[in-house]
């Protein structure tokens, strides 16, 4: 079901993606395929994965690829921008929006991440409720009412695609491996009577292909298929998404941080790449020089993200130079350095500077 040779150095396909971004349905499968008297039907549109945080967005969206594209961490609040990963299959082109996560936005930069998500609903031909499953089995099988089974943030998620006029819906059950099947049955059952126009399909999107429910990608990519129109594919059919290479190592870094530190301290961390340069080397792969500025809003969050003579950052750094070596194809010289920019979260200027603000 994955994209063919999608383990090729990431690098070649996002070279491609600024360039490409111009040719937009100018070149297209269809073209290439027309034969005399025989027109081959190709699929191509949007789907937003829109959900609260933690439900396992970005954790589908690489699943569907076959490689990350966005990154993941066990906290909320990890995805805090627009991001498109682009699944060719044969005759069709899904072009999935990963989006930060749904919640009680407090501070501007939360706001501008609940407003990415939220804009991502507009002009796209469909939308996929990624929902964490567990919650609500759970609630069933303590005997909620059927009121009760989703959370009032749930129910939130729920009010806007109905708000919304994205018309194809799908609901992703996702983390099916973490309840009994018998759970599945009385939860699909509520969730269609919310919802009778979508369609459900409970995945995995963790342990897809090796899970006791195997398959449900699979089941999601067809339904999928159904929701976008008949169209030539909208973007080469090489690439994989849109974002460009230096937001995919700052956001490799971000992970990293994400992963290994606690309370407040992801949330106060930006990353942004100084330096991205390529030296090239005789009969060898190329050397690429990164400097990365780590952003904080406190000395105290500076020091701790440090550590004891500099053991923290220096862990952060050798975890990311170990996704982004293969994903550029070459070694990385990878200098990392952090800096107090208080209240970063709330100044305009910075966000916008980040992306994070438009
Ligand atoms: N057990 C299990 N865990 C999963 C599954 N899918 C995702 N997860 C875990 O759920 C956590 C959150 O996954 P993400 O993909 O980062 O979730 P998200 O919806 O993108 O979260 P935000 O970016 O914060 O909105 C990670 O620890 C994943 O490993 C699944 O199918 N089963
Ligand atoms: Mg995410």
């Not at 994955?2 to 349905?25: I, K």
């Not at 100018?26 to 008297?37: A, F, L, Q, T, Y």
């Not at 070694?331 to 209240?343: E, G, I, N, R, T």
Request: charged share 25%.
């Amino acid at each position: 079901m994955f994209r063919e040779g999608t383990f090729d150095s990431l690098r070649s396909l996002l070279e491609r993606s600024a360039a490409a971004s111009g040719n937009r349905r100018r070149k297209s499968v269809r073209d290439s395929r027309i034969r005399p008297g025989y027109l081959p039907r190709m699929h191509a549109g949007f789907i937003t994965l829109i959900g609260r945080p933690n439900a396992g967005k970005s954790t589908l969206l690489n699943a569907v690829l076959g490689q990350k594209i966005s990154i993941i961490s066990a906290k909320p609040q990890t995805t805090r921008n627009r991001i498109l990963g682009i699944y060719n299959g044969e005759g069709v082109q899904i072009i999935m929006v990963d989006t930060p996560g749904l919640h009680q936005a407090k501070g501007r930069l939360n706001r501008a991440m609940v407003g990415v998500a939220t804009d991502s609903l507009q002009d796209v031909d469909a939308v996929c409720w990624v929902l964490d499953a567990s919650g609500p089995a759970h609630r069933i099988a303590s005997g909620s009412l059927p009121s009760k089974i989703l959370t009032k943030a749930e129910s939130r998620v729920l009010a806007l695609i109905e708000r919304s006029n994205v018309e194809k819906v799908s609901i992703a059950l996702n983390k099916i491996d973490l309840l009994s099947r018998n759970a599945l049955l009385p939860l699909i059952a509520a969730l269609s009577e919310r919802l009778p126009n979508a369609e459900i399909v409970p995945i995995s999107a963790l342990k897809n292909g090796s899970d006791k429910f195997s398959g449900g990608v699979d089941r999601l990519l067809t339904v999928w298929k159904g929701h976008i129109p008949e169209s030539p594919a909208l973007y080469p059919t090489d690439q994989v998404t849109d974002v460009s290479e230096r937001f995919v190592v700052s956001e490799l870094i971000r992970e990293k941080i994400f992963n290994l530190t606690r309370q407040e301290i992801p949330y106060a961390v930006a990353v942004e790449i100084e330096k991205f340069s390529e030296e090239a080397r005789e009969g060898k792969p190329p050397l690429f020089h990164i400097m990365a500025r780590i952003m904080v809003e406190r000395d105290s969050q500076k020091g701790i993200l440090i550590g004891k003579q500099g053991s923290s950052l220096k862990r952060i750094g050798t975890l990311a130079r170990k996704d982004i070596e293969p994903m550029l194809g070459a070694p990385v010289f990878l200098q990392l350095h952090v800096s107090v920019a208080p209240k970063w979260t709330e100044n305009p200027s910075l966000l916008r500077e980040l992306g994070y603000e438009s």
